[in-house]
């Protein structure tokens, strides 16, 4: 089973300020990691997949990179409604149960 | 629009059983593979089930391996999810998942199953 950590598990920043959240697979999983953020109460949301591709509708201060065992999601002026809990999660392994970083919960300082 | 609505969850003691259903919509249902994911209170994700266009392929955490069973009605636009023998820790948001070249691009609302005596 591939791994997926996180960091950091919390991310305290101002609005306008740049976020960097880090993805590491624990074995190489290509390009198949996408990212979703999560507000309280509400489901998942895709951001980015393809490691580097925004989904339909998210705003391109959204952007992800990497390739293989390391990734990054950088939003790079952090707006209010960016602060919620985002997670990584790879596609590469089969069968298709697949596994999810623990989240990194991006909070207002 | 493409949505996904979970019904079946509530109060169930250990050991018991409980059905889910997600009724889908704004999509050809069986074009796609399907899953589950939980998400237990307070905690992250994690993968429960998932299942092949046409049903015939099911796949299932290790966690709920012999307990759980994904299916699925093509001509009822409906997944399905048998839960047998719960445990505390089965305790949970479950929500429904549209996927997409593997990874999930839709998602429920999620319906909430608690467990407990």
């Known amino acids: 089973e591939i791994m997926l950590s996180q960091s950091p598990a919390t991310l305290s920043l101002s609005p306008g300020e740049r976020a960097t959240l880090s993805c590491r697979a624990s074995?190489?999983?290509?390009?198949?990691l996408v990212w979703y953020q999560q507000k309280p109460g509400q489901p998942p949301r895709l951001l980015i997949y393809g490691a580097s591709t925004r989904a339909t509708g998210i705003p391109a201060r959204f952007s992800g990179s990497g390739s293989g065992t390391d990734f990054t999601l950088t939003i790079s002026s952090l707006q209010s409604e960016d602060f919620a809990v985002y997670y990584c999660?790879?596609?590469?392994?089969?069968?298709?149960?697949?596994?999810f970083g623990q989240g990194t919960k991006l909070e207002i300082k | 629009e493409v949505q996904l609505l979970e019904s079946g969850g509530g109060l169930v003691q250990p050991g018991g059983s409980l059905r889910l259903s997600c009724a889908a919509s704004g999509f050809t249902f069986g074009s796609y593979a399907m899953s589950w994911v939980r998400q237990a209170p307070g905690k992250g994700l994690e993968w429960v089930s998932s299942i092949s266009v046409d049903g015939d392929d099911t796949y299932d955490a290790d966690s709920v391996k012999g307990r759980f069973t994904i299916s699925r009605d093509n001509s009822k636009n409906t997944l399905y999810l048998q839960m047998d023998s719960l445990r505390d820790d089965d305790t949970a948001v479950y929500y429904c998942?549209?996927?997409?070249?593997?990874?999930?691009?839709?998602w429920g609302q999620g319906t909430l199953v608690t467990v407990s005596s």
């Open positions: 999660q790879q596609h590469h392994t089969w069968p298709p149960v697949y596994s």
């Open positions: 074995r190489y999983v290509s390009k198949n």
């Open positions: 998942a549209k996927r997409f070249s593997g990874y999930i691009d839709y």
